[in-house]
Structures are given as structure tokens and as C-alpha cells.
């Protein structure tokens, strides 16, 4: 996973059917493919992928509010 450029987060996570959820940006649905078929389910321990797609970007940040903090 690390060495693949198009993945930009990989998080093990928990409370979904999933054990990692990757953050990946390709140009189009060809690239997806490739990357899906020719990287991620041929990693050793992937025995299955379910994918989802942005259909469009509402709000985007890396601004941590955390002015609530204070005290």
C-alpha cells in the first residue's frame, strides 16, 4: 500500500464490514480498475473489496477547530 501513489490515506478501522478503508485518487474509472485488479486484491490477506465513490466534493478542510478547547 505504501509504495502505490494513488492511495493517499490507508486506516484500519472498525464498526464496518471492512478491516482498512483506503483514500485513493485516479483519473477515471480505467485507472480504478487497474489499480484494483492489478494491486489491491492481489495483496496477500485481501480476500474481498467493496468500493464507493465521491460523486461530488461538498465540503473539504484541513483546518483543525479546536478553539472549543480553551479554557
Known amino acids: 500500500i505504501r509504495n502505490l501513489p494513488?492511495?493517499?490515506e490507508c486506516s484500519l478501522v472498525t464498526g464496518m464490514d471492512a478491516d482498512y478503508q483506503l483514500k485513493v485518487v485516479?483519473?477515471?474509472m480505467?485507472?480504478?480498475q487497474?489499480?484494483?485488479l492489478g494491486h489491491l486484491t492481489r495483496?496477500?490477506?485481501v480476500t474481498s473489496v467493496k468500493s464507493s465513490f465521491v460523486l461530488n466534493?461538498?465540503?473539504a478542510s484541513t483546518e483543525m477547530p479546536l478553539t472549543h478547547l480553551r479554557n
Open 57 to 59: 466534493q461538498v465540503l
Open 30 to 32: 480505467d485507472h480504478y
Open 43 to 45: 495483496i496477500e490477506g
Open 26 to 28: 485516479v483519473p477515471d
Open 34 to 36: 487497474k489499480l484494483l
Open 6 to 8: 494513488q492511495v493517499l
